[in-house]
């Protein structure tokens, strides 16, 4: 199968699924309603109780509410490959002449063009709330990077869910332990005022750096090593995640 044939094959089935989304564009409405929920919640609410030093507190929390954003949205993915799969949609596209990983990489890149939208949307509303950056464009573009990284590995992660999934509630029901994981990591206090043990596994868990660096990009400083855990963390899981959701795949289709 050539490239060319992958790669035509792949902007079919992705228009057809962006497609579905434009018709219903309330899964982007309500990607995005939980993390801004959150946004108001805890700078209206909690965050004058919570000392980020010189920092705002919209600044500082703004990077773990982007990840929930992402990890939400990911539920989606989960939710239309179990119906496609339920539904004989892959049998279906067996029988034509098209590149088997397309189907699923049709539903990745949905995923990221979907939750790229609802992280703008999200943005848009933290500028509203005082939401302030010194970064650059270049600072600005390694922000944009990771979060597609971080979106590219939790939406392979949501395609093995929605393969392995038997019920479509048990298809985005894995969702919710990545949605819950910021919250046990520097994204909304420092881990210094947390337990020894909660603070150890907080600062040894993929988010807080992720949230780390992408707080130090936005605020223009330095961002060290962090950024290269971060990254290692990104990839690393988009791999694992990709080979193990394409051997299931090519298991339920042989």
Wanted: overall charge neutral; some cysteine; hydrophobic content about 55%.
């Amino acid at each position: 199968m050539s490239t060319t044939h992958f790669a035509g094959d792949t902007a079919v089935l992705t228009k057809r699924s962006l497609t579905h989304i434009l018709r219903s564009p309330d899964t982007i409405i309500t990607t995005a309603v939980t993390p801004v929920a959150l946004m108001l919640l805890f700078v209206y609410v909690l965050g004058g109780a919570i000392d980020t030093g010189s920092m705002s507190y919209i600044d500082y929390m703004l990077p773990g509410i982007l990840l929930i954003t992402i990890a939400s949205g990911i539920a989606y993915t989960a939710y239309r490959l179990f119906l496609d799969m339920q539904g004989g949609i892959f049998e279906r596209f067996q029988s034509m002449p098209i590149a088997r990983s397309s189907v699923l990489w049709a539903h990745v890149l949905t995923s990221l063009v979907a939750n790229m939208i609802s992280l703008v949307i999200v943005v848009g509303v933290a500028l509203l709330m005082g939401f302030r950056t010194g970064a650059n464009v270049l600072e600005w573009l390694a922000v944009a990077g990771i979060l597609i990284l971080f979106t590219l590995a939790l939406t392979w992660i949501a395609v093995i869910a929605g393969l392995s999934a038997k019920t479509v509630d048990g298809a985005s029901a894995f969702s919710y332990p990545l949605i819950f994981l910021p919250f046990i990591s520097s994204a909304f206090v420092p881990t210094d005022t947390m337990p020894a043990p909660v603070a150890w596994f907080a600062e040894n868990q993929p988010v807080t750096s992720i949230v780390d660096t992408i707080r130090a990009l936005f605020a223009g400083q330095p961002v060290g090593n962090e950024i290269w855990v971060a990254l290692a963390w990104c990839v690393g899981i988009l791999i694992v995640a990709y080979f193990a959701a394409m051997a299931i795949y090519r298991k339920k289709i042989s």
